[in-house]
């Protein structure tokens, strides 16, 4: 069976919200790989709405040597929504929240790689209370981002949840991939 797993950016104080305004810093070649086996490790990619616009609106935009952007832009993609109707990005498959959880099982059972979710949200909520989530991939980085608004933390879209630490990985500009497993 196939897993899903998460891969998200976190702060020291808990901010998950957009990424891509507190991480650029961090980038490092050790790093860099370990996104790049997930991504390729993978032959499926899901997300909700919010992340999807995001990706949507920045990933076509892209190219690079190591061939993470055709991947990413090739990939077929799963969107959890109730509002997407006309999904522009190629690949795109939208379903009603409501049907998600029984589409993803459908998905784990078919043959392939792994699924990937990045970033954290309601739909990694839905994937937990639900049992589909096989391994969480918390990419800690050393900074505090100082004064976030509730809806910018981890735990405002998270159940409650227990894990098993299964690895973690320490990398040259002081991010640290914690690997979780839900018990």
Not at 10 to 16: A, K
């Amino acid at each position: 069976m196939r897993r899903v797993i998460n891969s998200t950016y976190i702060s020291l104080d808990g901010v998950v919200h957009e990424p891509q305004n507190w991480t650029f810093g961090y980038r490092s070649e050790d790093a860099a790989q370990h996104a790049q086996d997930l991504l390729f490790g993978a032959d499926a990619i899901i997300m909700g709405r919010r992340t999807y616009e995001v990706f949507a609106d920045s990933w076509p935009k892209m190219s690079d040597e190591t061939g993470m952007a055709d991947r990413m832009n090739t990939l077929p993609k799963y969107v959890a929504s109730d509002t997407l109707t006309d999904p522009s990005w190629n690949n795109t498959t939208v379903s009603k929240v409501g049907d998600f959880p029984g589409m993803l099982r459908g998905l784990k059972e078919q043959p392939g790689q792994d699924i990937v979710q990045y970033g954290f949200g309601p739909l990694t909520g839905v994937l937990l209370r639900e049992g589909l989530l096989d391994e969480m991939q918390l990419w800690l980085h050393p900074l505090f981002c100082g004064s976030p608004a509730p809806s910018d933390l981890i735990a405002h879209h998270a159940p409650e949840a227990k894990f098993h630490l299964a690895d973690v990985r320490r990398y040259d500009s002081g991010v640290i991939i914690l690997h979780y497993q839900p018990i």
